[in-house]
């Protein structure tokens, strides 16, 4: 069969103002794909075999046949509209911020990267706002979480193949405005860690006096380390509440960034470490976090100095109230009542 068999009458598609016209494969040599064609094999790969802005040649036709595509389209842009990928390109570059790498566009999404360890800040309300849209998309991680080098914490989508250009620029503009009001700031910002000096003290008679081994060093220092701090020095105390008073005032004499104490936060009467911490003069944020497991840590300051009790199950439990404040705390935040209360709503993680 002679290629002209194959040939089929050209067909035209109106979308809006964008025309998109249906060649034939056999008539597509030398043209450009108006979108990116993906392959599927079922278990094993999905992606894109040919991007958009390919230019078709005969050895070509195999592949494109090989994933049901006898046709492809070649794409006239209205004066009003976007191509998906440029409509993604631009929402990302709108919410582009320091410490970002963004994607090549790929069916019509950008991935926006962190390029650091560090505290993702997210304003829901603008997320919400661009996806009220219609047509577009943001889709993003909860604001504070804890993000890697090259980890996606965003990425924007464009739902059809084409977009009316005023979307993408309400988009601009939402953004636009949100940065005048808070100083510059994006909606969606990467927060560096700062690198703390953390000075551990751990209670409890039967660590002090070695009839078990200490098990909280450990899981404190590692769960430290991950986020680029260090624990300075650990020290040891027994039940003894004045014992505890003066080691905390060691620590805060070394000028440790941050004071963490261990053991003895339980409603048990020897368990003496929160009227500790109180006696040592911390004002208490709060004893007590609507959040499982973690429910008995506490949070305070003692002279600025953000000092935590923490529970027994930060110890065993890979996700805790510890580490939902630790990152914060580490992201320069100064932890409050209501950061404490909000806590509770999706808190439940075990119980």
């Known amino acids: 069969m002679s290629a002209n068999q194959h040939h089929s009458n050209e067909a035209i598609e109106q979308h809006g103002t964008t025309v998109l016209k249906e060649v034939s494969i056999y008539d597509a040599i030398g043209l450009r794909l108006a979108h990116d064609l993906t392959r599927i094999i079922p278990g094993k790969f999905k992606g894109r075999l040919f991007k958009r802005g390919h230019v078709v040649t005969e050895e070509d036709i195999p592949s494109l046949l090989d994933i049901g595509k006898e046709h492809i389209y070649i794409m006239e842009l209205g004066d009003n509209e976007l191509h998906e990928d440029d409509a993604a390109i631009r929402m990302a570059e709108a919410l582009y911020a320091e410490h970002m790498q963004l994607s090549e566009p790929h069916e019509g999404k950008v991935s926006i990267k962190s390029t650091l360890l560090g505290l993702a800040n997210i304003n829901k309300d603008i997320v919400d706002a661009i996806n009220g849209l219609g047509e577009i998309a943001l889709a993003t991680l909860q604001t ?21 250009r005023n979307k993408v620029e309400t988009v601009e503009q939402l953004v636009k405005q949100f940065r005048t009001a808070h100083e510059g700031s994006a909606p969606i910002t990467i927060r560096p860690f700062r690198k703390l000096r953390v000075g551990l003290l751990t209670t409890g008679g039967e660590v002090f006096t070695g009839r078990i081994e200490d098990k909280f060093g450990p899981a404190v220092r590692d769960k430290i380390e991950q986020l680029g701090s260090e624990v300075a020095e650990q020290r040891f105390a027994p039940d003894d509440r004045h014992t505890i008073v003066k080691e905390i005032h060691y620590l805060l004499n070394q000028r440790y960034d941050m004071i963490l104490v261990t053991g003895g936060m339980s409603v048990d009467p020897d368990d003496r470490t929160p009227g500790a911490i109180k006696a040592a ?8 976090t609507p959040m499982l497991p973690g429910s008995m840590l506490l949070m305070g300051y003692l002279e600025g100095v953000p000092i935590m009790g923490l529970p027994g199950c930060v110890m065993h439990d890979p996700y805790t109230s510890f580490d939902v404040l630790l990152p914060r705390i580490l992201a320069g935040d100064i932890i409050v009542r ?3 209360v909000n806590m509770g709503y999706g808190g439940l993680y075990s119980c």
């Not at 504070?144 to 193949?161: D, E, F, M, Y």
């Not at 003069?281 to 007590?288: N, Q, T």
Request: cysteine-free; hydrophobic content about 45%.
């Open 144 to 164: 504070n979480t804890v993000v890697k080098p090259g980890q996606i914490i965003a990425a924007t989508r464009a739902i059809p193949l084409v977009v009316p």
């Open 281 to 288: 003069g911390a004002e208490i944020i709060s004893y007590g």
């Open 338 to 340: 209501e950061d404490i």
